[in-house]
């Protein structure tokens, strides 16, 4: 595992945890314990974690994991999944699009499109396509989250309840059969809700590695999703027990 991918499955464990030994760390990531310390170091200046007498727990400004340490994780099964998303736009005039590194990949996918509206609350999306003067864009206003570039709060939920989407491309950190789709960020994930509620169909696009992962906050139950868009990294008898709660699954 590279480091990168080590600190973003670190982050990912502590905020499962709240307090992590940091021995237990070490261990559970086979790596020695200067290695762990150096590893907890970083996070720490990133105000990620706060370290005390050998335990790590989330740093009290933590929001969601920043999109430094997401975007090089599995970018080859996130590229996948977002040239099949593009399937999804045919006969769509109105799309609504999250955050996220997967949706980032979708939209430049979109680069080359014409006749489209995207509203999203991203605005590194949003920086993305305004190149293209082939597509309207409209971003959300409001507080914006430092590790997401997404924008979230009252403002940008009221902002995005006043659409009406064909499609919204959704990104999230976790999907499970019980606990449906899920983000660490309460805020983003009721902005991300809306877009669910304001969609005639909703595309999820996460990699394997969500699967099975919950994370703080619901975003939507599988039912209210029209397609979960996943790898081939997952199990055909995993896809069909998340399609047993009522969406269709897919892996690119």
Do not use: W
């Amino acid at each position: 595992m590279q480091r990168a991918q080590r600190l973003n499955a670190m982050v990912a464990r502590i905020v499962d945890g709240g307090v992590v030994d940091v021995r237990a760390l070490a261990e559970e990531f086979d790596v020695s314990l200067a290695t762990i310390r150096r590893d907890v170091d970083a996070l720490q200046r990133k105000r990620l974690v706060t370290r005390s007498h050998g335990s790590v727990r989330p740093h009290d400004s933590f929001h969601d994991l920043p999109l430094g340490l997401k975007t090089t994780q599995d970018l080859t099964e996130k590229r996948r999944i977002a040239k099949r998303a593009l399937e999804f736009i045919d006969g769509a005039r109105v799309i609504g699009m999250t955050g996220g590194t997967t949706v980032t990949e979708f939209a430049r996918g979109l680069l080359d499109r014409q006749g489209l509206t995207v509203v999203t609350n991203a605005l590194n999306v949003a920086a993305e396509l305004i190149v293209n003067p082939g597509l309207r864009v409209f971003s959300a206003g409001g507080e914006v989250r430092p590790s997401s570039q997404e924008v979230v709060g009252p403002s940008a939920e009221a902002f995005l309840a006043g659409y009406h989407l064909d499609v919204a491309f959704v990104g999230v950190d976790g999907v499970d059969a019980r606990a449906g789709c899920t983000n660490y960020d309460p805020d983003g994930s009721r902005a991300n809700r809306v877009l669910v509620e304001r969609a005639k169909r909703v595309i999820v696009l996460a990699d394997a590695s969500k699967i099975g992962h919950v994370a703080l906050a619901s975003v939507c139950e599988l039912s209210q999703i029209d397609v979960l868009l996943t790898d081939s990294r997952l199990a055909q008898d995993d896809a069909d027990r998340l399609a047993a709660h009522g969406c269709a699954v897919l892996r690119a």
